[in-house]
């Protein structure tokens, strides 16, 4: 077994759309980034490369790349997902946390976990998604922005699956 560890942070402004896990959530502001500035696919990416030992987000996708502008995270995720493979690695599972103070997203959760299984081959049970406020303190608290942490485990494909 093999774990990683991922966290992405985005200021929230004015005039751009609102993406977490692939899904437009209504709110006046909008993550600020070079591609759709997912924060929850992004930490998600990063704690699956760490797992795999293949560096992170920046350096498999790199944003001076004009590829990756505008471009959907869930590609991205499922790009990650290929790599994971390429190398020999199966995902057992995900967990992650949105840290945000607004808008409230828990109606948005199971559309997260779906889009983010969908887009990793994965079943939902492998998902987890949550969301939390941080009281209103500090940057977050004054909805200047959101941060994501995620973890997520992979396991050897070459070896027996046993006691996963």
Do not use: W
Not at 57 to 68: E, M
Not at 95 to 117: G, M
Not at 134 to 151: C, T
């Amino acid at each position: 077994m093999r774990f990683g560890f991922g966290f992405d942070i985005h200021q929230l402004v004015e005039n751009r759309k609102l993406i977490l896990g692939g899904i437009e959530i209504p709110f006046n502001k909008g993550l600020l980034g070079h591609s759709d500035a997912d924060a929850l696919s992004h930490a998600i990416c990063d704690a699956l490369l760490g797992a795999a030992t293949l560096g992170n987000i920046g350096t498999q996708f790199p944003n001076t790349d004009v590829q990756y502008k505008n471009i959907s995270s869930l590609l991205l995720l499922e790009r990650t997902a290929l790599l994971i493979r390429e190398n020999h690695f199966e995902i057992s599972n995900i967990d992650s946390t949105i840290v945000l103070q607004e808008p409230i997203i828990h109606t948005f959760i199971s559309y997260l976990r779906k889009n983010i299984a969908h887009s990793l081959s994965l079943e939902l049970q492998q998902v987890s998604v949550k969301a939390t406020t941080s009281e209103h303190l500090g940057f977050i608290g004054r909805n200047e922005g959101i941060a994501v942490f995620a973890v997520a485990s992979l396991y050897d494909s070459t070896s027996p699956k046993s006691e996963l």
